[in-house]
């Protein structure tokens, strides 16, 4: 069965100049994936009208799905509506459902409607229209030679309830798709060198329709198998068949046989378990504590956490002696240990994970350098404690912490009977 | 003077499948611009042998510089160098500056190096090395037909060094460049409708070379001005004269002037004021402390945040009364009040802010529906509620109900005197 092709056009200057980062794009290609179609192709052009033209053009020699996004606002800089018309040679009319859709929302906003509110009901007559049940813009599904291009606001939120609600469903319709099948597991500790020696004879006799991809995360390793195929049932047995070799080879260094972050996998033997944790954040500033309650249902296992910036926030919020402090530092191994104590006292959990280190780019202090983080888990009985040195930026070296942090506790938890 | 145009292509299936997000082309993009470079396109591509070359045939039409990442590694589904070393006609050698480098990293791991660490260190003979300070896989740069190839990993750490050490001081050598000027504001509490009406006039009077674009964000809408032009000056005072009517024209909406968050602007007025703040987080769960701390310096203004996921955290770390969370629910004005004063007492701050709400997708409870919110900021003096009703997912619900708490908060300062 021959593979199905979309490309995504992102529209939008904020794209060109490093404004806005898209993650659109993202999205749109896990869902087309989950029926079926790939994605060859993402294209990012700005707000201009030749370029969009020519994309276009181009595209559609690559694949017979366009997938447009931005564009769509009520503002001057909003040219993919007229855009569109020309190019599929329509004329706009006002779409009535459209229309009452803009006056709905403004009447449920109690806001008043401006002229220019009541032109984002215009369409090309030459498109059917896709019903935008969390905003004004209306999408666009328009066909031409065979090929289809649906263009949707670049709204994430609105966009998303259109893939979900119109595009998936109409995109299946009449048509044959075959099944792609992405199998994803997380290792930790080795390299992915290191990764590729230990698994080579196994990787070099893959079927050829099964394809390995190594993706490093410092420190941490995803490796994933994809295939596409006509028969959904068979092709799972194939992947999966590899994919149990695969987990068996890196058993040393596995962590999860999903494709899920750190704080899931934890969160996963806290359920199953029945147990909770707290956490008690210096460096990381709470960011630990909003993976975790990004989560749905994170209060189930999740207590809070106290993010004590200060030296008075650690000595009053998690009984962190003074003494120690002034000792040690806030970056010591006993501080760390001593706020495990106080996050599991505070915050009456069975775990608890407790972080200090210095982010940078400044704060060398106490003689020690950027990117030292101590990290401390423990439980009523026990707590276990490790010294990181990360030499990356701020933002990187708090991801670097939390994850390291969590996989820490992942480790400790299983090592508790 | 002519625009200079570049194209970012970046390579890899997880890009294609929406595994992983692309953040490496607006870093790019922005470090462009900022020496007179406009991108043209950015294109994301799988590991497919034809796809990379079919786009470096097609981005070499549109752009005469080409910027490409992924595919460096020591893995077998790391395609690129080959495929360069073939497109390019030369033949890989052994660089004996990023062998040095491939060892004396693995020294400083104390890790043993395998062959394929060493493989690192090979090149394609036709290209110019661009040391890799951060990684084991060196950067690329080749010329072919008066364009530009720069080849780089797309670990982002590396690729960072890349621009910033070699990069933007190479392409600027032998070369004239025009200057590019941004320059964007930030308003909230109006819809982008009612400002384009607002700034019609003016906008419709806007040079040509001048250019308007509007960045709407649930509520609050960033607009940007931005030109190119040879002469740094002229240019600068142009678009500064029209920044500076638009201000005029927004100023009841207007929170700042800056291409800056939500989280910088409270954080630019503790600092002139020499105040500080302390967070009190039930439903963002930790999202404001991290959007402060992620900040290097916050902890100049920043004490610290109770993550309170429990009632019993309320209580215990907030002196939150446990009538009133009984009585009134967690999601109310009055607990989320106490809260305020709570975090001010533990935290020792000047001011504080508060938030509880309901973000989904469970959790409806106590008779409010998904996406109530109530966010109390105060000092020692007064305290100030709002409600919200967001209609989002949870993660998008987390993200609204951080800016508009630090919103809140920041209108609260401005009242104090």
Redesign the interface.
């Known amino acids: 069965m021959q593979q199905t092709f979309a490309s995504i056009i992102t529209i939008?200057?904020?794209?060109?100049?490093?404004?806005?980062?898209?993650?659109n794009?993202?999205?749109?290609?896990?869902?087309l994936?989950s029926i079926g179609i790939?994605?060859?192709?993402?294209?990012?052009?700005?707000?201009a009208w030749d370029?969009i033209w020519q994309?276009l053009d181009?595209e559609s020699k690559h694949a017979s799905i366009i997938l447009i996004t931005g564009g769509l606002?009520?503002?001057?800089?909003?040219i993919t509506k007229p855009l569109l018309c020309e190019y599929f040679g329509g004329k706009l009319v006002i779409d009535e459902g459209a229309l009452q859709n803009v006056k709905a929302i403004f009447k449920r906003l109690d806001?008043p409607m401006?002229e220019?509110?009541l032109k984002q009901a215009e369409v090309p007559d030459v498109c059917t229209v896709i019903p935008n049940q969390?905003g004004t813009a209306p999408g666009m599904w328009f066909e031409k030679n065979g090929v289809i291009y649906i263009s949707m606001p670049g709204?994430?939120?609105e966009m998303?309830g259109m893939i979900e609600n119109y595009v998936l469903v109409h995109l299946q319709k009449d048509r044959q798709l075959p099944s792609i099948i992405?199998k994803?597991l997380l290792t930790a500790g080795v390299?992915?060198?290191?990764l590729?020696?230990l698994i080579q004879t196994w990787?070099e006799a893959l079927p050829q329709h099964i394809?390995?991809?190594?993706?490093?995360n410092y420190g941490m390793v995803r490796l994933?198998l994809?295939a596409t195929g006509a028969e959904k049932g068979t092709l799972e047995e194939e992947v999966s068949a590899e994919f149990d070799k695969l987990q068996l080879l890196v058993k040393d260094y596995l962590v999860t046989d999903e494709?899920e972050p750190m704080e899931k996998v934890v969160a996963k033997l806290l359920l199953a378990r029945n147990e909770t944790m707290a956490?008690a954040?210096s460096c990381?500033?709470?960011?630990?504590?909003?993976l975790?309650?990004?989560m749905?249902?994170?209060?189930a296992y999740?207590?809070?956490?106290?993010?004590?910036?200060?030296y008075?926030?650690k000595e009053?919020?998690l009984g962190v002696s003074h003494n120690l402090l002034v000792e040690k530092g806030a970056v010591s191994e006993e501080v760390v240990k001593q706020m495990v104590t106080g996050a599991l006292a505070?915050?009456?959990t069975t775990y608890a994970v407790a972080v200090s280190g210095i982010m940078?780019?400044?704060g060398d202090t106490e003689g020690k350098p950027v990117g030292t983080v101590w990290v401390a888990v423990g439980n009523h009985e026990n707590v276990m404690t490790q010294r990181f040195h990360f030499?990356?930026?701020?933002?990187?070296n708090?991801e670097l912490t939390a994850t390291n942090a969590l996989n820490l506790l992942r480790k400790f938890i299983l090592s508790v009977a």
Request: proline share 4%.
């Open positions: 939008g200057d904020e794209l060109l100049i490093g404004q806005v980062i898209d993650t794009s993202a999205f749109i290609a896990q869902q994936n790939s994605i060859k192709h993402r294209l990012a052009v700005g707000d370029d994309a181009e606002g009520p503002t001057s800089d909003d806001r401006i220019r509110n969390r709204v994430p939120h998303k992405h994803t390299g992915e060198s290191f590729a020696d990787e394809k390995l991809a190594y993706l490093p994933r994809s494709d956490t954040e990381t500033g709470g960011y630990i504590a909003h975790i309650t990004q749905a249902g994170s209060s999740y207590n809070g956490s106290v993010v004590s910036y200060s008075d926030a009053d919020l505070r915050l009456k940078g780019p400044g030499r990356f930026d701020r933002r990187r708090i």
